[in-house]
């Protein structure tokens, strides 16, 4: 039943704005200014969407970056992704991931490892299926580093849709980035809806909060979702 709850709200979590206003800090006449909340009264109005996401970009700017071709270092990667958003992880589906990756969305930290495939092996039981939509490899902005090997920053802007008995749920855009180590081991994945920046400590205090929810939130679910990926989509 604590099982059903909390993958319950999680579902639902996903058809609302659960980002909280936050102190926000613009430059007026080169001059920094602090604000409480999501609205500005001297010059502007800043949306969440505003905050700058895991590219270094507001969700504005991140939307509009060019989409590009695969790089032959990423053919793992892109595998591992698909199946686990297509609600398919099997044990080869986390082999992009380093030992001590850390997934980060909307509603969880999850690290290390363990812990991450805890959260994909979940959703199998929360979702009948999911489709991949859209699946746009982007180009790096210049906000990210690009160092010449393998340890390049892969961007991905994707749509899913998810299902429930066979009723379409939800369709969910998301950024995705993920930062590599110098083996192209994944050792940061953020997940990012609608472009939107996921709140963490360096927020101010709300920010903190939402940390502290995220990781009790995910070593709930490990406690309950174990490592091994469900029978029926394991690889036969």
Known sequence: MVFSRIYWQRSQLTHLNLNPPRLVQVRVNQNPQYYIGNSISRTRTIMMSDHLNATGLTAEESRKLKSRSEREDEKTI?????????CKPSEKSYEMYAENATFHDPLTIATPLS??????????????????????????????????????????????????????????????????DPKGKVIRHTEEWS???????????????????????????????PEEPPKDTKEK
């Open 115 to 180: 812990m991450i495939k805890s959260q994909f092996n979940g959703m199998p039981k929360m979702f009948s299926s999911s489709t991949i939509d859209k699946f746009e490899l982007l180009e790096s902005p210049p906000t990210l580093p690009s160092p010449p090997g393998p340890d390049q920053f892969t961007v991905i802007n994707q749509d899913v849709t998810y299902y429930r008995d066979g009723s379409k749920l939800k369709t969910l855009n998301s950024l995705i980035t993920l930062e590599r």
């Open 195 to 225: 472009h939107d920046k996921v709140t963490d400590k360096s927020d101010g205090f709300i920010g903190q909060l939402n940390e502290w929810r995220k990781k009790v939130a995910a070593e709930v679910i490990a406690k309950l979702v």
């Open 78 to 86: 892109i595998r591992c992704l698909k199946e686990l958003y297509s």
